[in-house]
């Protein structure tokens, strides 16, 4: 099956700094890529999306970046801000079934 | 607009007693519905879905069952709750046919149950 990972588990990073996170995919046939947020008790949204055909998309605040050569994708936030505390996971999935989470980032925004 | 509900929001339950999650969606017709357990710190854990009414696929062998009497209507339920069965359960459901962004999952508030 399977597996997802993300480099680091926790991440704290200085208010207005850039802020990047990383998803290592072992599946070389998913061809869509999911970036969900999660905040503290509630169920994950939906932050930006991208296909196996592209390399980068962006979003407001948000770009995603793919390299399919080494299975891995980063989800990099402009001038965090408070609000964006949250644990995020990547989800690479081949089908509605096969949507896998890894266990998360904590990312955890200083003053 | 489409909508998702889960209920109760919390609970505490004793080991042994049973449970009834209940999950509903609004907006749409025939969605995808899935559960997932999110343990601590953990991600989560795909528990059952389903393609349609009465269509149940287990993904995990539990103690959890999981039915879909009505269209939009999703229950997880337990004879006999574990105290391992503590955990955050999300309800979410795809729209299918959507083209890009079919497997967009949109999840529930989520319901967080304490076994003691």
């Known amino acids: 099956g399977e597996s997802v990972g993300l480099h680091l588990p926790t991440l704290s990073v200085q208010e207005g700094d850039n802020s990047i996170i990383n998803c290592a995919y072992s599946n070389s046939a998913s061809d869509y890529f999911i970036w969900y947020k999660q905040e503290s008790g509630k169920g994950p949204q939906f932050i930006i999306d991208i296909r196996s055909n592209m390399d980068k998309r962006q979003g407001q605040r948000v770009t995603v970046l793919l390299n399919k050569t080494v299975k891995h994708l980063s989800l990099q936030i402009a001038a965090t801000q408070p609000g964006d505390s949250a644990v995020y996971f990547c989800a690479p999935s081949g089908s509605a079934r096969q949507l896998t989470f890894g266990s998360g980032t904590q990312l955890t925004v200083l003053p | 607009s489409q909508t998702i509900h889960q209920w109760p929001a919390t609970l505490v339950q004793p080991v042994g007693s049973p449970l009834s999650l209940e999950c509903t969606v609004e907006?749409?017709?025939?969605?995808?519905l899935y559960w997932y357990r999110q343990a601590a710190g953990r991600g989560l854990q795909l528990l059952f879905y389903s393609v349609g009414i009465g269509q149940i696929s287990s993904e995990v062998p539990q103690n959890l069952s999981a039915s879909r009497p009505q269209d939009r209507q999703f229950i997880l339920s337990s004879k006999k709750l574990l105290l391992s069965d503590s955990g955050f359960y999300l309800c979410?459901?795809?729209?299918?046919?959507?083209?890009?962004?079919?497997?967009?999952?949109?999840f529930g508030a989520g319901s967080r149950l304490t076994v003691l």
């Open positions: 979410a459901w795809i729209s299918p046919g959507q083209g890009a962004g079919a497997n967009v999952l949109t």
């Open positions: 907006g749409t017709s025939n969605p995808n």
